[in-house]
């Protein structure tokens, strides 16, 4: 009940194509879904997050989709660049014990060819 | 602006030696923080958190402690040192609303 299953493990895209990562969960306590992006050897920085209210989230070619009844999000990237191969992890967190929990998925390893 | 550090960023130690990995962040105070640790082609697993100087918890048994001496200081420690201790440690503080923030890593390789 924890988890929070990603697919697919990896994604390759051609340079101009929409890149899309998906995720699902059970737990209805999460309140908040963010996206980090990782380079290798980084530590993850956060991409864009969005909460269970909203169905949509953008920044710049950056979307989030989130349907609430299904408990699946999905992060989209449009117009896809070399710059954005990373892997990305998708993770969904809820408070407990004056904490903020966060469960990551297995992370998509994405690879943008030019 | 909230920054965080981590250092030594890599460090090859012998089976049975300690360790002392640290973090330290700026520009936030008394924030809660975190130290994960990231298998190769993995996710992140929370190894501990803290919500205050001297206030750490666990989130499974291991072979490693945390410390946390100072409102800003988190560290990350082993008195010997197994090979399935190798990883990716990353710390993280949690920013405004629930977002956590991660510093640069330190990749320790167990030999």
């Known amino acids: 009940q924890q988890q929070v299953k990603q697919s697919p493990q990896s994604l390759i895209v051609q340079k101009g194509g929409i890149s899309i990562i998906n995720c699902a969960y059970e737990?209805?306590?999460?309140?908040?879904f963010p996206w980090y992006q990782q380079f290798p050897g980084k530590g993850p920085a956060l991409l864009i997050a969005?909460?269970?209210?909203?169905s949509e989230k953008k920044e710049g070619r950056f979307t989030i989709s989130f349907n609430k009844s299904a408990k699946q999000f999905s992060l989209h990237i449009m117009d896809s660049q070399p710059g954005d191969s990373a892997t990305y992890f998708c993770?969904?967190?809820?408070?407990?014990?004056?904490?903020?929990?966060?469960?990551f998925g297995a992370g998509t390893r994405l690879a943008v060819h030019p | 602006s909230q920054t965080i550090h981590q250092w030594p960023a890599t460090l090859v130690q012998p089976v049975g030696s300690p360790l002392s990995l640290e973090c330290t962040v700026e520009?936030?105070?008394?924030?809660?923080l975190y130290w994960y640790r990231q298998a190769a082609g993995r996710g992140l697993q929370l190894l501990f958190y803290?919500?205050?100087?001297?206030?750490i918890s666990s989130e499974v048994p291991q072979n490693l402690s945390a410390s946390r001496p100072q409102d800003r200081q988190f560290i990350l420690s082993s008195k010997k040192l197994l090979l399935s201790d190798s990883g990716f440690y990353l710390c993280?503080?949690?920013?405004?609303?629930?977002?956590?923030?991660f510093g640069p890593g330190t990749r320790l390789t167990v030999l």
């Open positions: 993770a969904a967190s809820y408070y407990s014990g004056g904490y903020n929990k966060l469960i």
């Open positions: 737990n209805t306590a999460f309140d908040y």
């Open positions: 969005i909460r269970p209210d909203v």
């Open positions: 520009g936030t105070s008394n924030p809660n």
């Open positions: 803290s919500v205050g100087i001297g206030q």
């Open positions: 993280a503080f949690q920013g405004a609303g629930d977002t956590q923030y």
